[in-house]
């Protein structure tokens, strides 16, 4: 009777996590793809929107992030995002976003997808057109009316009325976190003093961010399918995300169906939850830590000696 052999090691049939290993297959690579989440800001010091219990001045931030709650209250709606706007603009990109900024300039066919609304990506100059921002930014001024729309507006505030007091919040935040019971009350602001757009001069002007309820942004998506389509996908990036909200978790396997290699950077390991990027297998790799430290050493071959600017033009 035969006898099977000893059980192989894990790493025989896991993801890799063997940087050389890694650098190989990047060097043999000519169409590369990444998905990007919350984690790859993670080291600019930025925090998710839900913030301490998901409150923001006594409000629920999720319930605040839909169309229903603009025509309902677009002053509230709008100050929460000009809130967002303005801590978004206190951090600064970190060598992670630069990493994917240097790898498509130097690789045409690098798209990175990412799943943030917060700017670094921008502000860090990537290439517009290799960089696919699924939900939107905050930083995209958007008519709630018709197509008109504005790219990059980093102004804080957007406008006078949407002025901060970020002290404010900070005490909000902290009383929340000790469970202290807080009433705010927001002085509401009128529709017709809100910026109108300047297109259709009725239509009152909205954060270009995706909200829940509303399909992610046709033309990006079009865009992220062409690519997909026009030919093999060689090595499929997922950095700081869970990848377990679709669509967007969906393009992991799109790209697995058409012959890409899987690289997971991500704080956790496979204990933790990856989503649509916890099927590893051999011949996939997994880099467990930070993306702002692990990116540049694992693109490395792509990009040399990462150099990150010493300011930041926005």
């Given at each position: ?14 993801p ?23 984690g ?8 998710t ?9 006594n ?11 603009f ?12 809130y ?10 970190n060598?992670?976003?630069?990493a ?16 943030n609304?917060?700017?670094l990506?921008?502000r ?17 001024i ?17 406008h ?28 509401p ?14 239509g009152?002007l ?7 309820g509303?399909p ?12 997909i ?23 992991v396997?799109?790209?697995?169906k ?28 997994l ?28």
């Amino acid at each position: 009777m035969a006898t099977s052999g000893p059980t192989p090691p894990k790493s025989s049939y896991g993801p890799s996590t063997d940087i050389q290993e890694f650098h190989d297959v990047l060097k043999s690579s000519k169409r590369i793809m990444a998905l990007c989440g919350a984690g790859l800001s993670a080291a600019s010091g930025l925090g998710t929107f839900r913030g301490a219990g998901g409150m923001w001045r006594n409000h629920k931030a999720t319930a605040l992030a839909t169309p229903e709650a603009f025509e309902r209250d677009p002053g509230l709606v709008w100050l929460f995002y000009s809130y967002r706007r303005h801590m978004a603009l206190q951090a600064k990109p970190n060598a992670g976003h630069y990493a994917l900024v240097e790898a498509s300039k130097r690789m045409r066919s690098f798209l990175t997808m990412s799943q943030n609304v917060d700017g670094l990506s921008q502000r860090a100059k990537h290439p517009r057109d290799q960089l696919k921002l699924l939900h939107g930014s905050l930083f995209d001024i958007k008519c709630f009316s018709c197509d008109y729309i504005e790219l990059n507006n980093f102004d804080d505030p957007f406008h006078p009325l949407l002025a901060i007091d970020s002290d404010e919040d900070a005490r909000l935040a902290a009383a929340a976190n000790n469970g202290e019971s807080t009433k705010v009350k927001t002085k509401p602001i009128l529709p017709k003093n809100l910026p109108h757009c300047p297109s259709c001069k009725t239509g009152l002007l909205r954060p270009g961010v995706v909200w829940f309820g509303e399909p992610l942004p046709e033309d990006t998506v079009a865009e992220i399918d062409s690519f997909i389509d026009e030919d093999k996908v060689d090595l499929m990036l997922v950095i700081g995300t869970t990848a377990t909200v679709y669509p967007a978790a969906g393009y992991v396997d799109e790209a697995r169906k058409k012959g890409a290699r899987v690289a997971v950077v991500n704080m956790d390991g496979l204990d933790g939850e990856l989503g649509a990027a916890s099927n590893l297998k051999r011949g996939d790799f997994l880099f467990q830590g930070d993306a702002a430290k692990i990116l540049p050493e694992i693109l490395k071959p792509l990009i040399g000696e990462l150099k990150i600017p010493e300011t930041e033009g926005v």
